[in-house]
């Protein structure tokens, strides 16, 4: 019988970094600042798992803010169960639609050493798409390992290991509404 995971750390351990009304209040900037820079087109690739939750806020966001975004997945893996980058990325399950001549943004939960945007930006140039774009949650300065810069940021965080709002530990902590770390 295979065990049971079970969480790696208590929930009573997990500092709070941002609040759940900071985030709501930022993603609603985002949302603004990207509606008015894709008047005509916006294909949204959100990269699983990290950013689905922040997607999920930031297309509704878009929606008040009156943009029509089409949104698709890509599955991308490079952290394996630990905390550490495992310094190559896999794509794990690929897009169904075609990017080719699309107004591509890019939605990650996190930027560290760039390795993920860098890989997915790239094939989407490869594939034809008119132009791309990338917005992520989180930035850790002075982690970069590729040349690859973000046009929308969230918020830029000291160099700790961050779980909630999508972003896992061992897969789980990613309900936490707020972004938190352990110490
Ligand atoms: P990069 O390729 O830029 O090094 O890392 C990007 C990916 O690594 C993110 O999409 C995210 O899944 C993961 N990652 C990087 N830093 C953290 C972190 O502090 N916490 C969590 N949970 N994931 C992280
Ligand atoms: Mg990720």
């Known amino acids: 019988m295979t065990a049971i995971p079970v ?21 609603r ?6 509606a008015a820079d894709f ?11 990290g ?13 008040h803010a009156g943009c029509r975004p089409q949104v698709s997945f890509m599955t991308l893996g490079s952290y394996g169960s630990g905390t550490e980058s495992s310094g190559t990325v896999q794509l794990m399950r690929d897009l ?4 080719e001549g699309r107004h591509v943004l890019i939605v990650d939960d996190i930027l ?3 390795r993920t945007l860098h890989f997915t930006r790239e094939l989407m140039l490869e594939r034809k ?4 774009r990338i917005a ?3 930035e850790k300065p002075g982690k970069r390992k590729r040349d690859v810069n973000a046009d929308y940021i969230g918020f830029k965080v000291e160099d700790k290991f961050v779980v909630g709002y999508g972003l896992d530990y061992a897969n789980f902590y990613r309900e936490l509404p707020f972004i938190g770390y352990i110490p």
């Open 112 to 114: 560290e050493s760039g």
């Open 129 to 132: 798409a008119h132009s791309v």
């Open 136 to 138: 992520v949650l989180l």
């Open 7 to 27: 969480p790696p750390a208590d929930l009573r351990d997990i500092k709070t970094l941002i609040p759940a009304t900071d985030i709501a209040l930022r993603v």
């Open 39 to 49: 008047p005509d087109d916006l294909m949204i690739v959100s990269l699983l798992r």
């Open 29 to 34: 900037t985002l949302a603004k600042q990207i």
């Open 51 to 63: 950013s689905f939750v922040f997607t999920s806020d930031l297309i509704r966001a878009l929606h």
């Open 96 to 99: 169904i639609e075609s990017v």
